[in-house]
């Protein structure tokens, strides 16, 4: 049976469970996947710019032995000649098997999953939510700390408008004991919503603060963000706001030895290139994890349509 | 005040004051060729004071509407000048073409044709959130 996955907690702990172990095996042998996906097509959906997710979503169908059929420009489509997202969802249904579709509309994989008659993944809608991203995360946490329970996470940054640290507040927030720091300018703090809907209502521990060097020694994860100036409407915010933070190596030594610095990247300023040589940098395990957990993605849900 | 009895029709009771004329929009009750009587601050037993919809008209309304713009309303359908139904109407799960989400992020904003869709998040709270962005809408 059709199914799609817009928002992280469209999968169960369970079945996130069961996409981590599909990506570890993938890892330790991935010459028996070369196969899995051979005869299907990927189709990626791209109306705003993005190199790293496109990328990734092709070479996991690649890997996967499958082909890919790709817009990455919404310049290029229909859509600039004002199809709407639904019709487009419905034709490239008659190519493809699955969508991996991302466009700056908060909601438009929805609208998308909605009206195709095949999966679709959502690749980020807007300042909304972009699973397979998260999906990345939790494989870097699980890699690197060996669990997704007991850790104080750091989020610094965007946490206003970055989809990436709602989504990971979510997920993480199903496991216990964990607490979250919050860095942010007053201006970025995360949305009350969250704080109220997902950490007050579990019970979960949380900090917010402005200070990231204090903030640092008690960390287990740093996740660092960056300002997208796309989720301005003022540019003049935008670059008040940019360089709130910069994670370099002297501010680390203050960290802990087993702490594990993410970011969904790309990265501006925010974290200094002197931190790429520690060891606890870990954003371009995360890319690389991320392509593993989008391959582990790909084949559940086109195993599920063929059900 | 006197309001003529209604012989066919329905009044909308119970309406917390002040929010009839919201009420009478929301169901374009103006677009209606019909009487239409809204009462305001008339005296409640209950409240103190409501306002009170009456239509002569045997129309279908929209339930909803009422349920997210007024929980607890008392709907009371009138036929031959006898009341045959009495409906408290709670607040629905699903609001579809209600209200429309205000978020310019919102593909809503763009996309034509489909529908506006707000999930009840926090019945307490009387929170409604878009089915799209989770934009919040209170009331």
Redesign the interface.
């Known amino acids: 049976m059709k199914r799609s996955v817009i928002d992280i907690l469209d999968l169960s702990t369970e079945e996130i469970e069961e996409l981590i172990a599909t990506a570890q095996d993938i890892i330790e042998r991935p010459a028996g996947y070369a196969r899995a996906c051979a005869g299907k097509k990927l189709a990626t959906l791209f109306f705003e710019p993005s190199t790293r997710t496109r990328l990734s979503f092709e070479a996991a169908m690649y890997e996967l032995g499958g082909n890919v059929l790709s817009v990455t420009d919404a310049a290029t489509s229909s859509a600039s000649k004002g199809e709407?997202?639904?019709d487009t969802a419905r034709t490239v249904s008659c190519y493809a098997d699955i969508i991996a579709m991302r466009?700056?509309?908060?909601?438009?994989a929805?609208?998308a999953a909605n009206a195709a008659s095949i999966p679709v993944i959502n690749a980020g809608?807007?300042?909304?939510c972009h699973p397979t991203q998260t999906m990345a995360d939790l494989l870097t946490i699980r890699r690197e700390k060996g669990a997704f329970s007991g850790l104080t996470i750091g989020l610094c940054g965007d946490l206003k408008f970055g989809r990436t640290v709602h989504s990971l507040i979510n997920a993480m927030a199903r496991y216990p004991d964990n607490r979250f720091v919050l860095i942010s300018p007053e201006e970025l703090k995360l949305p009350s919503?969250v704080k109220k809907?997902v950490l007050r209502e579990r019970g979960i521990p949380y900090d917010q603060t402005t200070d990231l060097e204090a903030a640092l020694p008690r960390l287990d994860v740093l996740y660092m963000t960056r300002v997208q100036r796309e989720r301005f409407f003022n540019e003049e915010d935008y670059l008040r706001l940019k360089d709130s933070y910069i994670l370099d190596a002297a501010k680390l030594r203050a960290a802990k030895k087993d702490l594990c610095v993410m970011h969904p990247l790309p990265r501006v300023n925010e974290i200094a290139a002197d931190v790429d040589a520690d060891p606890r940098a870990c954003y371009f395990k995360q890319v690389l994890n991320g392509k593993y957990m989008r391959m582990a993605l790909i084949m559940k849900l086109l195993k599920e349509a063929a059900q | 005040m006197n309001i003529d009895a209604i012989q066919n029709g329905i009044v909308i009771d119970h309406i917390t004051a002040g929010r009839g004329m919201r009420i009478y929009e929301l169901l374009r009750l103006d677009a209606l060729d019909a009487s239409v009587a809204i009462i305001k601050n008339a005296v409640s037993h209950r409240t103190g004071k409501k306002d009170i919809i009456k239509i002569d008209s045997d129309i279908s309304i929209d339930f909803d509407v009422l349920g997210f713009v007024d929980p607890g309303v008392t709907v009371n359908i009138i036929r031959n000048g006898e009341l045959v139904e009495k409906r408290r109407i709670d607040m629905p799960e699903r609001l579809v073409n209600v209200i429309r989400c205000k978020?310019p992020?919102?593909?809503?904003?763009?996309?034509?044709?489909?529908d506006h869709v707000f999930k009840l998040?926090?019945r307490k709270n009387k929170v409604y959130r878009?089915?799209?962005?989770?934009t919040?809408v209170s009331q």
Do not use: Q, W
């Open positions: 709407s997202v639904a466009h700056p509309k908060e909601g438009a929805l609208v809608d807007g300042g909304h919503y809907d | 978020n992020r919102c593909i809503t904003s763009v996309e034509r044709s489909i998040t926090d878009c089915l799209y962005c989770e919040k």
